[in-house]
């Protein structure tokens, strides 16, 4: 069965302290692996999207990275305004549904 | 350039009731997919809609229905409704040629 993990449940960092969070899946062919922040109560915010190991996407202060069985999203110097839950989702050949990991609540103190 | 909005932003209902939601897309999308999104959970595939068609379904009982109108908005519908109904129900909309969906900010559906 198809599965998205990500790791850490949960993250507190101090303002400028730089951490990766992790999404490891498990699918039949990989066609897309997408990056989304939300915030409380919201939908989830697009932020990239990465399709072959060895690609990478920056976007300020957020990186991603794919590999063939992961994928990580870097955070530079975090504020306090990135705070919010990161979600990872795959979508697989043959289907058009994502499959969405259970997030990664990001709390970073001023 | 206006994303994909959802109406109504909250709503309550009581146990067996019926309750439809609804979507628009982002400008220029034509396709257009249900989540349901318990809370501490990651969003669960529903159903996807193209040229007024469901296209594919996710683990969903037929109490959950849909449809997309030749504007390619969109309707969910959720009949006899259940305590465990109860998440935030997100509408995202893409183009059929890029894989990419793009969502709205979602209606909290709360069942008493």
């Known amino acids: 069965e198809d599965q998205v993990t990500q790791s850490p449940e949960a993250l507190r960092l101090q303002e400028g302290e730089s951490s990766s969070l992790n999404c490891s899946y498990t699918?039949?062919?990989?066609?897309?692996l997408f990056w989304y922040r939300q915030d409380p109560g919201k939908g989830p915010e697009f932020l990239f999207t990465?399709?072959?190991a060895g690609e990478e996407k920056e976007k300020e202060r957020l990186k991603a990275t794919l590999t063939k069985k992961e994928s990580f999203l870097h955070i530079t110097a975090p504020k306090p305004e990135d705070s919010a839950t990161y979600l990872c989702?795959?979508?697989?050949?043959?289907?058009?549904?994502?499959?969405f990991g259970t997030g990664t609540r990001l709390k970073v103190l001023a | 350039d206006a994303g994909v909005t959802q109406s109504p932003t909250h709503l309550i209902k009581t146990r067996g009731q019926q309750v439809t939601l609804r979507c628009s897309p982002k400008?220029?999308?034509?396709?257009v997919s249900w989540y349901q999104q318990a809370l501490g959970q990651g969003p669960q595939f529903i159903f996807q809609?193209?040229?007024?068609?469901?296209?594919q379904r996710g683990n969903f009982p037929d109490r959950f229905s849909g449809h997309q109108f030749p504007n390619y908005s969109s309707e969910l519908n959720v009949n006899a409704l259940l305590l465990g109904d109860s998440a935030l129900y997100l509408c995202?909309?893409?183009?059929?040629?890029?894989?990419?969906?793009?969502f709205g900010p979602g209606t909290r559906l709360t069942v008493l």
């Open positions: 990465l399709y072959s």
């Open positions: 989702a795959v979508t697989t050949s043959g289907t058009y549904k994502y499959i």
């Open positions: 995202a909309s893409s183009d059929l040629r890029k894989d990419t969906q793009y």
């Open positions: 809609y193209y040229e007024e068609e469901e296209r």
């Open positions: 400008s220029g999308h034509d396709t």
């Open positions: 699918v039949s062919g990989l066609r897309g």
